[in-house]
């Protein structure tokens, strides 16, 4: 993600918003994801039957979650990150 998530960084999530259209016009989402017993934090897509979660750094890996079959992409973001706070 920016390029990664630190301890004591505080996330707020919509969990409102988990359509992979974008928020705000021209600006990808980043989105919470549960995949097994992790939460997953990155730009998401599907490409088949998996959902990609990118890093904003590419030399970073890309994480793939294998969407269930009779689920969708849906059922596996938990919303879209709005705010990143760390405290100094």
């Known amino acids: 993600m920016f390029p990664h998530i630190l301890a004591g960084v ?3 999530v919509d969990r409102h918003y988990n359509s992979l259209q974008p928020y705000r016009r021209l ?8 995949a097994e ?11 088949g039957d998996h959902l990609v979660l990118r890093p904003q750094n590419p ?8 969407i269930e079959r009779g689920r969708s992409y849906h059922d ?3 919303g879209r990150v ?3 706070g760390f405290e100094v």
């Open 82 to 84: 709005c705010y990143v």
């Open 59 to 66: 030399q970073h890996s890309v994480e793939l979650v294998r």
């Open 76 to 78: 596996y973001i938990v």
């Open 27 to 34: 600006r990808p989402n980043i989105y919470a994801a549960h």
């Open 37 to 47: 017993a992790r939460c997953l934090i990155g730009y998401v897509s599907v490409s």
């Open 10 to 12: 505080t996330l707020l």
